[in-house]
């Protein structure tokens, strides 16, 4: 049952353009701040500092904050579903 319900929100979400926003988000940020000194994640100046485990700690650190905001959106969303379509109190309900 529960491999059945995480198959539909995986494809559904797959659907969803904020899946992709996300996903282009998270691949321009990270690539723009390894391959050039425009974008700066972290303080790594140059291309000699890039790889220290520090430098890639903050860059791992900021990319786990934006991805909270993502996953609260994909969880707001699939609440609201629940809402909408007043499937609600069969998942909130009380042992």
């Known amino acids: 049952m529960l491999r059945r319900i995480l198959a ?7 659907r969803q353009p904020l899946f992709w926003i996300a ?11 390894i391959t050039t000194d425009v974008v ?3 303080r790594s100046i140059g291309s000699v500092r890039r790889n220290a485990p520090f430098v890639i700690l903050q860059m791992l650190a900021i ?4 991805g909270t905001f993502f996953t609260t ?3 707001s969303n699939s609440v609201h579903r ?9 998942f909130f309900s009380m042992p």
């Open 8 to 14: 539909f929100e995986f494809r559904y979400q797959v």
């Open 23 to 33: 996903c282009v988000v998270f691949f321009l940020l990270t690539f723009a701040a």
């Open 40 to 42: 700066s994640v972290g």
């Open 63 to 66: 990319m786990t904050a934006i």
């Open 73 to 75: 959106a994909f969880v």
């Open 82 to 90: 629940d809402f909408e379509s007043q499937t609600d109190a069969l």
